[in-house]
């Protein structure tokens, strides 16, 4: 049964970074690839980017220079970072994994609320 | 950026049926794929590559395409349908998510 929990919720200021951990379990950690997908309250959600098998990682151009994907294969774990934070960045932060870079997503994070507040 | 037009809401009667609508330019170069989201949780496939139901999904839940819409269609709607619907496609530079349709059942 594949699993991916995330790490808790997080409360950061403007300016700030915050990283995001989603843990897998159940697969083969290195066969998939784990994409990272926003939702701003009350809002549709927003594909930030992904880490391949290999470790390569590719970002939507909205979040280029700001955002960092990484992985340590020997926890199965995937992180995602994102600095600068600004308000517009609270909101409900998903891992997703997919068989492939272009293929859908078929098992999703619980999700983790990042609330940025002065 | 790609940009994939979805209705805000649409209503339905429980027993009738459904169908969301996912407008793109030349939508039909591309492989549609359906998530529904319940309030509070995360999003779950549907249906992948325009038309097929991902594992555990009713076979009331159907997709199409035609032209630049896809289409999602949900049969005998219940109760338990209730939430949003998201479609998304690959663009060749990134996924990118339709704006979203909230599926109330009367």
């Known amino acids: 049964q594949v699993q991916l929990v995330q790490s808790g919720a997080e409360v950061k200021k403007p300016g700030a970074s915050v990283r995001v951990s989603c843990k897998a379990s159940g697969s083969t950690f290195t066969s998939y690839y784990l994409h990272w997908v926003r939702q701003a309250p009350g809002q549709g959600l927003e594909w930030m980017g992904v880490i391949n098998p290999g470790g390569g990682s590719t970002y939507a151009q909205s979040f280029q220079g700001r955002v960092s994907m990484t992985r340590d294969t020997s926890t199965s774990t995937v992180y995602m970072e994102l600095s600068s934070l600004r308000s517009e960045d609270t909101a409900v932060y998903y891992c997703?994994?997919?068989?492939?870079?272009?293929?859908?997503?078929?098992?999703w994070g619980q999700g983790t609320l990042v609330t940025v507040s002065s | 950026s790609y940009v994939l037009t979805q209705p805000p809401s649409v209503s339905v009667a429980p027993g009738k049926t459904v169908t969301i609508t996912c407008g793109g330019n030349?939508?039909?170069?591309?492989?549609v794929h359906w998530y529904q989201q319940k309030p509070g949780q995360a999003p779950v496939l549907v249906i992948y590559?325009?038309?097929n139901r991902h594992s555990g999904i009713p076979e009331r839940f159907s997709g199409s395409k035609s032209g630049n819409t896809a289409t999602l269609t949900i049969s005998r709607v219940e109760a338990g349908d209730e939430a949003d619907y998201y479609c998304?496609?690959?663009?060749?530079?990134?996924?990118?998510f339709g704006t979203g349709t909230q599926v109330t059942v009367l």
């Open positions: 030349n939508i039909g170069n591309n492989n």
């Open positions: 590559y325009d038309n």
């Open positions: 997703a994994r997919g068989p492939g870079d272009l293929n859908p997503f078929d098992h």
């Open positions: 998304q496609v690959w663009d060749g530079s990134g996924h990118v």
